[in-house]
């Protein structure tokens, strides 16, 4: 682990009054209800961290519309607010996640990547779990944005 990567975690824990030792150890941590798991890739400054928050699968019943609307907010993060929207390879669960490099990482962006990714997490999970409505999601943003009769 890099030692930029582990002073931002320490950093962090302050901020967040959790024990810095065990959110270097553990690499989660609650942020408005939901845990945020972190994920450092590489050895490099100019190497990566993510952050994510697994979501329970969607329901069989709504699966189809589901994947057709992360598909949908995916496209320009339309309906993602800069996170990406997928499915957890092995489980099936729905990830919230977020990846920036780690050089540009400081403190306050790593905080606010947090919580981006916990406030995206929280409209997901009403929405898979019934609370909200599918449309609840925003689709249309790059047909609105890109009409191709608008351009010159």
Not at 86 to 103: F, N, R, T, Y
Not at 138 to 144: H, I, L, M, P, Q
Request: one cysteine or more; charged letters at 20%.
């Amino acid at each position: 682990m890099s030692e930029h990567y582990t002073q931002l975690l320490r950093d962090t824990a302050v901020i967040l009054g959790v024990d810095p030792e065990g959110l270097s150890r553990v690499e989660a941590c609650t942020v408005d209800d939901m845990q945020i798991n972190m994920l450092y890739r590489g050895e490099h400054p100019d190497d990566t961290v993510a952050v994510f928050v697994l979501l329970a699968p969607p329901a069989p019943l709504i699966k189809e519309r589901v994947l057709e609307t992360m598909a949908k907010a995916n496209a320009l993060w339309c309906g993602t607010d800069g996170c990406t929207v997928g499915l957890q390879a092995e489980s099936g669960d729905i990830i919230i996640a977020c990846e920036q490099p780690l050089g540009w990482l400081t403190t306050q962006r790593f905080l606010a990547m947090m919580k981006r990714v916990s406030i995206t997490a929280a409209l997901w999970q009403s929405v898979i779990g019934g609370a909200q409505p599918l449309e609840a999601i925003a689709t249309d943003a790059v047909e609105s944005r890109f009409r191709p009769d608008l351009m010159a």
